[in-house]
């Protein structure tokens, strides 16, 4: 419909699904439409061998072919390792994204970038834990990425289940972490995004997630930052109606300067 509001593309992260924004799409039922796609390699009955000649770019293609396909802009929201595949779409097509919304966005090519010797420490940190995922059995590898961006002892309160679709996602997690890691300088550099931009930012995070937040931030120098409490990096699936009104929030805030500056 003409004027129906502008849909929202939501972007996952690493060891997830499309199915994370579950409660945003409810909350736009029926007047807002909220695409989630499956990141490539998360999809439903695809085998887990991850692709280690891939990059950002290429992960982002389907996603960009989605949105250009739609006449209309779109408002762009991503968590976690999707935030480094929104900054890739916003780089691309930034006249196609009417507004940003990043949860913690995991950029660790950003972290390599600073001069800052803490930031290598932090960057350090991601890497012994990319290789623990890489290296151990996917069960293993697997728990210490979930406890490490959830909280201690998260792998041991899933279930059965949950402990072995994750550990089969191990490859595909390391992927994620290489396409991530190897985007050059450069890249960032080229990015001309005006449009407006919101990070949240739950008040439980680690410092790594926290950090990276502000690194984006830094690059992205309109965004505001709004932290929510009683939540950590998760917060869009442990907290999820929360984290959904604030998404909503910042895309209404979004779509009411535009019609003020367009008066």
């Known amino acids: 419909m003409k004027n129906s509001p502008l ?16 409660n945003l799409s409810r909350q ?54 999707g935030g480094s595949v929104a900054l890739e779409i916003i780089a691309s097509i930034p006249q196609k994204i009417k507004s940003l919304t990043l949860f913690e966005p995991v950029s660790p090519a950003l972290l390599k970038v600073s001069s800052q010797p803490e930031d290598r420490q932090l960057l350090n940190d991601i890497l012994a834990l990319s290789n623990r995922v890489r290296e ?16 201690a002892e998260a792998w041991s309160r899933l279930s059965v289940h949950a ?66 409490p009683e939540m950590g990096h998760m917060g869009p699936l442990t907290h999820s109606c929360e984290v959904s009104k604030a998404i909503l929030n910042s895309i209404q805030h979004a779509e009411n300067d535009y019609v003020c500056s367009a008066v």
């Open 7 to 22: 849909p929202i593309m939501a972007i996952h992260g690493s060891a997830s699904s499309g199915a994370l924004w579950r």
């Open 28 to 81: 736009c039922a029926p007047w807002r439409a909220v695409l989630a796609p499956d990141l490539r390699g998360y999809n439903v009955g695809v085998s887990q061998r991850a692709d280690l000649h891939s990059t950002l770019r290429e992960r982002a293609r389907p996603i960009i072919e989605a949105i250009e396909s739609d006449r209309r802009p779109i408002h762009l929201v991503a968590h976690s390792f």
């Open 136 to 151: 151990e059995s996917g069960a293993v590898g697997m728990e210490s990425f979930i406890n490490f961006w959830h909280e």
């Open 163 to 228: 402990q072995e679709r994750l550990a089969q996602l191990a490859p595909i997690v390391y992927q994620d972490f290489c396409e991530a890691y190897r985007v050059e300088p450069e890249a960032f550099s080229l990015i001309d995004y005006f449009a407006p931009v919101t990070l949240l930012m739950g008040e439980r995070t680690n410092a790594h997630a926290r950090r990276m937040a502000h690194l984006v931030q830094h690059l992205l120098p309109q965004a505001g930052m709004l932290t929510l």
